[in-house]
Structures are given as C-alpha cells and as structure tokens.
C-alpha cells in the first residue's frame, strides 16, 4: 500500500519561504510521477507543480513559477517543495499526489493521480 505523508507547513510570513517534504513508501517509485496540489478554503484543489522520479520537473501553475521549485531525492524517496516569497494568497492545504506509471506524465488535475498524502496546512500571514 503506497503512504504519502506531507511534513514541513507552518505559519510564515509574506515574503518567507518553507520547504514542504513528502516522504513516499509501500513500493518501488520508479516511473511515477509525484505531484503537489493545494486547496485554499472555499477552493478546488489546484496543481502546482509535479516531477518524474527520475527527476525531469513538469510543469509549474503560473501563480507559483519562479517561487517554488520542486525535487526529489530518490534515496531518501521523498519529495520536495521549496517554496520562496511566500504571499497570503499561497494560503492552503498542500498535498503531494503519486500518479501510477504508464498513464502519461503531464497530469494538471487531481482525479488524474492516484495516491494522496494527508496535507500539510501553509499559513502566510503577517
């Protein structure tokens, strides 16, 4: 049974940063691909970024391109986001998502992945 499990959200201020982990186990990651999804309240969950596990980062929302950046160690089989010049509207739930191999790699949308982690709450407030 894969276990996703998010650590590393917290209380921030604008213009902070925080590095989110994801720590994978239950199987062998090779060829999934790995997500982060947020939901603000009142919001759908929106796509934020994703990678391959051998390391070829997809596509960034706008809204989060040039601020966080996501990666891997295959190691430690986690994933991270670090993510820079926080603002308020980065507010949510962060969620990291694994996506079974064989299906594609570009995949925006939740119902597209597979496993979900719990979520890690990212408050950025003054």
């Known amino acids: 049974q894969v276990q996703l499990v998010e650590s590393g959200g917290g209380l921030v201020q604008p213009g902070g940063s925080l590095r989110l982990s994801c720590a994978a186990s239950g199987r062998t990651f090779s060829n999934y691909v790995m997500g982060w999804f947020r939901q603000a309240p009142g919001k759908e969950r929106e796509y934020v970024t994703a990678?391959?596990?051998?390391?070829?980062?997809?596509f960034y929302a706008d809204s989060v391109k040039g601020r966080f950046t996501i990666s891997r160690d295959g190691a430690k089989n986690t994933v991270y986001l670090q993510m820079n010049s926080l603002k308020p509207e980065d507010t949510a739930v962060y969620y990291c998502a694994a996506r079974l191999p064989g299906r594609g790699v570009v995949a925006l949308k939740s119902p597209e992945y597979d496993y979900w982690g719990q979520g890690t709450q990212v408050t950025v407030s003054s």
């Open positions: 990678i391959t596990w051998s390391g070829m980062t997809l």
